[in-house]
């Protein structure tokens, strides 16, 4: 198993860092296990929307220098990555979808998590963190 861990500030500013990161750790290791950039690029997409949500939403009413922990795991078979915030947490189940053809100004980031994860999972930790957990397989064909 590979693995690494960031630490950062709430700022969205930062997400051009967290971004660069994680390629980082791809270049080093999900590319030799097979994964195409197509797929990099989607879990770029699910960390980013990740990040953010816990930027504007979880973080919204606390100060920038709250940080944000984010780790990546990677198995033969997996990628999972997490993403910890210190916010109130929220019950995702209650988020109604967004309809087809309507537009609004928010609500999308579940959804599009969704379409993105093999897995998605968002609790609260014992030690008082939520943590949003986004799994993909490497065999997945939906990537």
Same mark, same amino acid.
């Given at each position: 198993m590979e693995e690494d861990h960031? =630490?950062?500030k709430s700022e969205l500013k930062l997400l051009t860092q967290v971004q660069k990161w994680f390629e980082q750790?791809?270049?080093k290791y999900l590319y030799q296990f097979g994964w195409s950039e197509i797929q990099v690029y989607r879990l770029n997409l699910a960390l980013a929307e990740g990040f953010t949500n816990a930027v504007r939403h979880a973080h919204r009413l606390?100060?920038?220098? =709250?940080t944000i922990d984010i780790e990546v795991k990677l198995w033969t078979d997996r990628l999972e990555i997490r993403v910890w915030d210190r916010g109130e947490p929220f019950n995702p189940d209650a988020i109604?979808?967004?309809?087809p053809g309507t537009l609004q100004a928010g609500g999308y980031g579940w959804f599009i998590l969704r379409r993105l994860a093999d897995r998605l999972e968002y609790k609260?930790?014992?030690?008082?963190?939520?943590c949003l957990l986004i799994v993909k397989y490497s065999s997945s064909s939906s990537l």
């Open positions: 960031l =630490t950062i750790f791809c270049s606390l100060p920038p220098e =709250t109604a979808e967004p309809q609260r930790d014992d030690d008082g963190r939520n």
